[in-house]
């Protein structure tokens, strides 16, 4: 962040000595210390006299509208048949809610945030422990036979119906900006786990979470972040009753939550039960399993094409990173949106399949029919991005050999003389000298080793060149490059070693393989882009780090301009 935004603050402040310190950073945090504890976070945030109207927007609303399909066109609404169902007006433009969900009982559930800013700093607990306030919440109301009376009915089965400090409205209560949920279809088989409903919720300053929410039930926001207490204070309020999450994962491993589906398709009999989610802003695919005897739900990481499983044929093995939303379709098969650039109005975006190449469900035992869409695009005939490639072996086996059988004894006949047989040469080892040993007479030659900073591509057979796990040389040994803070500009120092003019690409999470015969040499590289190699960018040291090789950074290099 330093090195990026550095270059911003003689744009942001007229005081030539700041411009003067840009460069140092030590001495520029010193300098901008405030004596005044009250202008410091967190308590800016919570101070009334302070925060009053920062971030503050007006005229800013949560609008529930209903719409009728169009008569000419049954994939598109009538927009003149607008009703507004609810509106909830907002203090800050941000922490808008992330779904709409109609559940099994046909009601709808309405996922709505805290109001923005930061800390919802609104009222004396904050609007989503505010059980009078219909923002950081989950909403339940019927909106069927609405075409008389009133737009939308509480269902009577709401947990605070009759309690006259709160919104006959709300489900669910304590939660800050919950991103994608979805209900559980239920085990094929048994139909067990069928209509529970998983939330992604998005965390504060220190950890994400997923959230298994019940009826009436407080999830903890603003007093608890996670596992952590927030608002201290609030926090040891005795009546909270909070709920804590079935999971929560620190920013170390990403910075907001994107929730997903329990797997319940046909196709890959390994994923059912399996609660698949993911991350904007690092990437990463999780997953949770329930144990159903202790009721812990058991993490793990969902690696996208690691290994000879994954490698060919025909296997996307990367994905652009920056996961907006997973979706299922009639036969429960999983699918997620991703971009290229953290952002959700990104021009660009793939809509990528969850398949499981270890297993699939034996032919024919899949026969569910997808309803027909009439659609009014042009059919676009599908082109595979990967090409099979046979795999050639690395060291051809020695055709057959008769076996031979003991000569008999024969009397001494006239023969012509056998050809005398050349000795065999011995195998050249890779990477070493013809003959394995130093020839007599000749001094040894080593090979010499590379500068300190130099670095090399490493890739899965098959893969193109200029992309692969990047390891450098420093301090007279190979190792490989962490992850953490690991981007484009980083990317872009390492492609420019190897004579390529672009980076199109920064990749994690050990995408190229894991190199667990080497050291781990450097971690929290952060560059500026114009470095000469990856030892001139800070770093955490020459060997120190706090990662291991399953976070193994890689680069995809290019000749020409990606953006173009």
Same mark, same amino acid.
């Given at each position: 962040?330093?090195?990026?935004?550095?270059?911003?603050?003689?744009?942001?402040?007229?005081?030539r000595?700041?411009?003067?310190l840009?460069?140092?950073?030590?001495k520029f945090c010193?300098y901008?210390?405030?004596?005044?504890?009250?202008?410091?976070?967190?308590?800016?945030?919570?101070?009334?006299?302070?925060?009053?109207?920062?971030?503050?927007?007006?005229?800013?609303?949560?609008?529930?509208?209903?719409f009728?399909?169009?008569?000419?066109?049954?994939?598109?609404?009538?927009?003149?048949?607008?009703?507004?169902?609810?509106?909830?007006?907002?203090?800050?433009s941000?922490?808008?809610?992330g779904?709409l969900?109609f559940?099994?009982?046909?009601?709808?559930y309405?996922?709505?945030g805290d109001?923005?800013?930061?800390?919802?700093?609104?009222?004396?607990?904050?609007?989503?422990?505010?059980?009078s306030?219909?923002?950081?919440?989950?909403?339940?109301?019927?909106?069927d036979?609405?075409?008389?009376?009133?737009?939308?009915?509480?269902?009577?089965d709401?947990?605070?119906?009759?309690?006259?400090?709160?919104?006959?409205?709300?489900?669910?209560?304590?939660?800050?900006?919950?991103?994608?949920?979805?209900?559980?279809?239920?085990?094929?088989?048994?139909?067990?786990?069928?209509?529970?409903?998983?939330?992604g919720?998005?965390?504060?300053?220190?950890?994400?979470?997923?959230?298994l929410?019940?009826r009436?039930?407080?999830?903890?926001?603003?007093?608890?972040?996670?596992?952590e207490?927030y608002?201290?204070?609030?926090?040891?309020?005795?009546?909270?009753?909070?709920?804590?999450?079935?999971?929560?994962?620190?920013?170390?491993?990403?910075?907001?939550?994107?929730?997903?589906?329990?797997?319940?398709?046909?196709?890959y009999?390994?994923?059912?039960?399996?609660?698949?989610?993911?991350?904007?802003?690092?990437?990463?695919?999780?997953?949770?399993?329930?144990?159903l005897?202790?009721?812990?739900?058991?993490?793990s990481?969902?690696?996208m094409?690691?290994?000879?499983?994954?490698?060919?044929?025909?296997?996307?093995?990367?994905?652009?990173?920056?996961?907006?939303?997973?979706?299922?379709?009639?036969?429960?098969?999983?699918?997620?949106?991703?971009?290229g650039?953290?952002?959700?109005?990104?021009?660009?975006?793939?809509v990528?399949?969850?398949i499981?190449?270890?297993?699939?469900?034996?032919?024919?035992?899949?026969?569910?029919?997808?309803?027909?869409?009439k659609?009014r695009?042009?059919?676009?005939?599908?082109?595979?991005?990967e090409?099979?490639i046979?795999?050639?072996?690395?060291?051809? *086996?020695? &055709?057959?050999?008769?076996?031979?059988?003991?000569? !008999? +004894?024969? /009397?001494p006949?006239? @023969?012509? %003389? $056998?050809?005398?047989?050349?000795?065999?040469?011995?195998? *050249?080892r &890779?990477g070493?000298?013809?003959?394995?040993?130093? !020839? +007599?007479? /000749?001094?040894g030659? @080593?090979? %010499? $080793?590379p500068?300190?900073?130099?670095?090399?591509?490493? *890739?899965?057979?098959?893969?193109?060149?200029?992309?692969?796990?990047?390891?450098?040389?420093?301090?007279?040994r190979?190792?490989?490059?962490?992850?953490?803070?690991w981007?484009?500009?980083?990317?872009?120092?390492v492609?420019?070693?190897?004579?390529?003019?672009?980076?199109?690409?920064?990749?994690?999470r050990?995408?190229?393989?894991?190199?667990?015969?080497?050291?781990i040499?450097?971690?929290?590289?952060?560059?500026a882009?114009?470095?000469r190699?990856?030892?001139?960018?800070?770093?955490?040291?020459?060997?120190?780090?706090?990662?291991?090789?399953?976070?193994?950074?890689?680069v995809?290099?290019?000749h020409?301009?990606?953006?173009?």
């Amino acid at each position: 962040m330093w090195q990026t935004c550095r270059g911003l603050f003689r744009h942001l402040s007229p005081d030539r000595e700041l411009w003067a310190l840009e460069g140092n950073r030590a001495k520029f945090c010193r300098y901008l210390s405030l004596d005044d504890a009250d202008y410091c976070f967190p308590r800016l945030l919570v101070n009334k006299n302070l925060n009053s109207n920062l971030g503050r927007v007006f005229d800013e609303w949560i609008r529930i509208s209903e719409f009728r399909v169009s008569a000419d066109y049954m994939n598109t609404v009538d927009h003149g048949s607008e009703r507004i169902i609810l509106e909830i007006e907002e203090p800050a433009s941000n922490h808008n809610g992330g779904q709409l969900l109609f559940g099994d009982d046909g009601y709808l559930y309405i996922f709505t945030g805290d109001g923005g800013m930061a800390g919802d700093p609104f009222g004396k607990f904050g609007n989503a422990q505010n059980k009078s306030a219909l923002l950081g919440k989950v909403l339940r109301i019927d909106v069927d036979h609405n075409e008389r009376g009133p737009l939308y009915r509480i269902p009577r089965d709401n947990p605070f119906v009759g309690d006259p400090a709160a919104r006959p409205e709300v489900y669910a209560l304590g939660v800050r900006n919950m991103w994608r949920c979805s209900f559980d279809r239920g085990d094929p088989a048994t139909g067990a786990g069928r209509g529970r409903l998983f939330c992604g919720d998005v965390g504060q300053n220190k950890f994400e979470e997923v959230d298994l929410v019940e009826r009436g039930r407080n999830y903890g926001w603003r007093a608890r972040e996670g596992y952590e207490c927030y608002d201290r204070k609030l926090c040891a309020n005795a009546s909270l009753d909070d709920v804590l999450p079935i999971f929560a994962y620190p920013h170390k491993l990403g910075k907001s939550v994107t929730g997903g589906y329990v797997y319940r398709g046909c196709e890959y009999p390994n994923l059912n039960g399996l609660y698949i989610f993911g991350d904007f802003m690092s990437g990463r695919l999780m997953s949770l399993r329930e144990n159903l005897e202790t009721g812990q739900w058991r993490y793990s990481e969902i690696c996208m094409g690691r290994g000879q499983t994954c490698a060919f044929p025909g296997l996307i093995n990367n994905y652009y990173p920056h996961i907006i939303s997973f979706a299922e379709d009639e036969a429960g098969e999983l699918y997620f949106m991703s971009t290229g650039v953290p952002s959700a109005t990104a021009a660009r975006g793939v809509v990528y399949k969850v398949i499981d190449p270890s297993r699939r469900a034996p032919p024919g035992k899949c026969r569910i029919q997808p309803a027909q869409v009439k659609v009014r695009s042009h059919l676009i005939r599908f082109v595979p991005k990967e090409k099979f490639i046979r795999r050639a072996e690395s060291t051809p *086996r020695p &055709p057959a050999r008769a076996p031979t059988q003991a000569p !008999r +004894r024969r /009397r001494p006949t006239a @023969a012509a %003389p $056998a050809p005398t047989p050349r000795p065999a040469r011995p195998t *050249r080892r &890779p990477g070493g000298r013809r003959g394995g040993g130093r !020839r +007599r007479g /000749r001094p040894g030659t @080593a090979d %010499p $080793a590379p500068p300190d900073g130099a670095v090399r591509l490493v *890739r899965p057979a098959g893969l193109s060149p200029g992309r692969g796990r990047v390891e450098v040389f420093a301090g007279g040994r190979w190792g490989t490059v962490c992850d953490d803070a690991w981007d484009t500009k980083a990317a872009a120092v390492v492609c420019r070693q190897l004579g390529f003019a672009h980076a199109a690409r920064a990749a994690k999470r050990a995408e190229f393989g894991e190199g667990r015969a080497l050291p781990i040499l450097l971690d929290d590289v952060r560059c500026a882009g114009s470095e000469r190699n990856l030892l001139e960018c800070t770093h955490a040291g020459v060997g120190t780090h706090n990662c291991g090789h399953q976070e193994d950074a890689g680069v995809v290099c290019s000749h020409e301009d990606p953006d173009l």
